[in-house]
């Protein structure tokens, strides 16, 4: 698995994640799945992704999107 695809996962994770917790417990949790989606957009634009700087160092291997 590359960087980039191990982002999309990471991301679809915490998204369904969020899902889940909002409608057990709180839709406050619905605010995390605001979060994951404005990194994706920020991340789109910028290139800056602070998932990627760490799964690169977690000896995840680089892909297209994010060297």
Same mark, same amino acid.
């Given at each position: 698995? $590359?960087?980039?695809?191990?982002?999309?996962?990471?991301?679809?994770?915490?998204?369904?994640?969020?899902?889940?917790?909002?409608?057990?417990?709180?839709?406050?949790? !619905? !605010?995390?799945?605001?979060?994951?989606?404005? $990194?994706?957009?920020?991340?789109?634009?910028?290139?800056?992704?602070?998932?990627?700087?760490? !799964?690169?160092? !977690?000896?995840?291997?680089?892909?297209?999107?994010?060297?």
């Amino acid at each position: 698995m $590359n960087l980039d695809r191990a982002i999309l996962a990471f991301a679809g994770v915490m998204i369904l994640a969020s899902l889940a917790l909002a409608h057990v417990l709180s839709p406050w949790w !619905l !605010l995390l799945t605001a979060f994951v989606g404005l $990194n994706l957009l920020q991340a789109s634009v910028t290139g800056f992704c602070p998932a990627a700087m760490v !799964l690169r160092k !977690l000896g995840v291997r680089s892909g297209c999107a994010f060297r």
